[in-house]
């Protein structure tokens, strides 16, 4: 199973995070899931904020899951929640193979690839938004932030 860990990060006024490591497997992507709905007991986050940030992280860690260490798994991924007064952010890091984070989303026949589909996604609900990977570099990491309304 997933370990936790939970500390006061200096440096972020008032916030709180709360760390999860699974391993990189899609039944442990529900756990997080459930991690964050713990956290909307802790603070109200507001059901359409709570919504754009189920969907934002099952696409992090769903991408992680699927892409970062090929068909060999074997991998972790971790997912911090940092919850603030007004916000919270949520990291997704593995250490394996990296991406593009430029590569959008092309149609191959009738299909859409899923290349990039994932990331404009978290685009589009989150307000803040960070991304580091490259091709052929171990590990991405990938983070957004939601504000809060109070």
């Given at each position: ?26 039944e ?12 909307g ?66 149609f ?31 590990g ?6 939601k504000?809060?309304?109070?």
């Amino acid at each position: 199973m997933g370990d936790v860990a939970t500390s006061q990060r200096p440096g972020l006024k008032g916030a709180r995070s709360v760390s999860l490591r699974i391993p990189a497997k899609a039944e442990y992507i529900t756990l997080c899931r459930l991690a964050l709905t713990g956290l909307g007991q802790v603070r109200d986050i507001g059901e359409d904020a709570m919504a754009d940030l189920k969907l934002a992280l099952t696409e992090a860690v769903s991408n992680s899951v699927r892409h970062a260490y090929g068909a060999s798994g074997g991998g972790h991924v971790e997912v911090t929640y940092e919850l603030g007064q007004d916000r919270i952010g949520i990291e997704v890091i593995d250490d394996g193979e990296g991406f593009d984070p430029d590569e959008a989303p092309s149609f191959e026949g009738d299909e859409l690839s899923e290349g990039g589909l994932g990331i404009a996604i978290i685009r589009s609900v989150a307000d803040e938004f960070e991304i580091d990977s490259a091709p052929g570099r171990r590990g991405s990491r990938l983070r957004f932030v939601k504000r809060l309304s109070s």
